[in-house]
Nanobody, 123 residues
Framework: QVQLVESGGGLVQAGDSLRLSCVTSGRTISGYVMGWFRQAPGKERTFVAAISSSSIMTKYADSLKGRFTISRDNTKNTVYLQMNSLKPEDTAVYYC????????????????WGQGTQVTVSS
């Protein structure tokens, strides 16, 4: 099992940037697909981005392409989500997740989840 701890969330203004981090422990993440999801109040959890174990492949929600960038540093067991030009509709709790299968946007294919970090974007 992989333990995941997100950080980097906070309150920002529209147009600002944030970088979220997800540090893992328990096992190395080098063999896992890593993903970011988010859940806004009263809404379902939705896919944000995912990255393959070797960083060769990435996948993004169509609506977020060009603003969000996922990356990873396996030597630090850390995954990042760089978020630029933030909008109020980006307000959500952001979750990091690990999958043992192929890169996917399906949350059911992710086995381990962090507790989330709150991102609030004011207008």
């Amino acid at each position: 099992q992989v333990q995941l701890v997100e950080s980097g969330g906070g309150l920002v203004q529209a147009g600002d940037s944030l970088r979220l981090s997800c540090v893992t422990s328990g096992r190395t993440i080098s063999g896992y697909v890593m993903g970011w999801f988010r859940q806004a109040p009263g809404k379902e959890r939705t896919f944000v981005a995912a990255i393959s174990s070797s960083s060769i492949m990435t996948k993004y929600a169509d609506s977020l392409k060009g603003r969000f960038t996922i990356s990873r540093d396996n030597t630090k067991n850390t995954v990042y989500l760089q978020m630029n030009s933030l909008k109020p509709e980006d307000t959500a709790v952001y979750y990091c997740a690990a999958s043992r299968v192929v890169i996917t946007a399906d949350p059911l294919r992710y086995d381990d989840w962090g507790q989330g970090t709150q991102v609030t974007v004011s207008s």
